[in-house]
């Protein structure tokens, strides 16, 4: 009598398993996608390779100043004093080394700002996704590069975007 129970019980919680499974509503979001198509992805990009740009300019200014200086000194060298040329030589290392530290404080200056504007963005998209998933009734919303395979229907990307699109064009 025991065992038939038994296999009663689990014949009926194997039978209330899809049911149950079937009333838990699962969304997800491509956040790549959301950062590179949202207007405030866009434009923090825009405004990340703007400076980029920026900074690139300079570092030709730079780069061929110290090309100038290196060739006035090649050309110098025969004619000047040995500490001439030693001073010369530190001096010119010096703007090497200066070069190549301006070039690193903008690299690092740039990744800060895309870390801190990714981090913003990120922020803001969690709190239209929670609004999103409570209206609409979602159990759980994951990212989309967590998960093996996704069927179309459960991706919520682009209501996503269009919701914080609109959220960030009344800002």
Sequence with gaps: MKKIFGFMLVAMLIAAAPAAAADV????IDLQKVLRTSLAGQAAQKN?????KAF????QGRQKDLQKLNADFEKQK???SKEAVADKERDLQQKVKDFQR???DAQEELQQEDRQATTRILDEVAKVVKEMG???G????VEKSTTLYTADRADLTDQVVKAYDKQFKGK
Excluded: H, P, R
């Design 25 to 28: 509503k699962i969304g997800v």
């Design 48 to 52: 990340i390779a703007e400076k980029a």
């Design 56 to 59: 690139q300019e300079t570092m």
């Design 78 to 80: 025969m004619v000047l």
């Design 102 to 104: 301006f070039g690193k």
């Design 134 to 136: 409570a209206k609409a």
């Design 138 to 141: 979602y159990d759980v919303i």
